[in-house]
């Protein structure tokens, strides 16, 4: 057992040495690249679910009613009857978990589940400017064309659709963490 213990002692001090002798900032830009992945058009029932205040905080529902999906290697239609729960915290921010479905084009079902939270981050500029960041998940069909959505890590923004008064929708933008 103590061999075992140095030998990963040894090892790990290898590869730390390794990482840094790299000569690469650990903070640099360029950390992470991304590829685009698609842009939903998503309609929601401005007929809010409201809890009101919970044990979590203020608890409320807004229902999917459909849309779009569409990007270089996925189209497809939101189906109806998914949900976006929406809780805002004590400090201002508002967490969401939308779960819903698309169907794409082609017929396969991907279930997918959106976390985002939402600062308001007034400027000068846009006094109404939020911050709205999301991580997505997929649930897609192995052996579908889509089964490498299982197998990745994807970001994304949320942005009210720029007709929202007369036609309320979210714009959902996505990409892959590569």
Known sequence: MKKLTLF?????????????????????DNRFDTKFVYESRVSIDMDRATVGQSKYGERGIVWITG??????????????????????RPDGVRDLTARYAIKTNDGHVIVITNKAIIDPRPTAENPKND???SVLNFEAPIGSPYEWMNKSIF????????????????????????
């Open 8 to 28: 990963l002692t040894a090892l790990l001090a290898m590869t730390s040495l390794n990482a840094f002798s790299a000569g690469q900032d650990p903070n640099r």
């Open 67 to 88: 849309g779009d999906v569409k990007g270089p290697r996925i189209n497809a239609t939101v189906m109806p009857g998914g949900g976006d729960w929406q809780l805002g």
């Open 131 to 133: 911050y709205v960041r």
């Open 155 to 178: 970001l994304g923004t949320v942005e009210l659709a720029p007709d929202f008064e007369q036609d309320p929708a979210v714009i959902i933008r996505v990409w892959e963490l590569l």
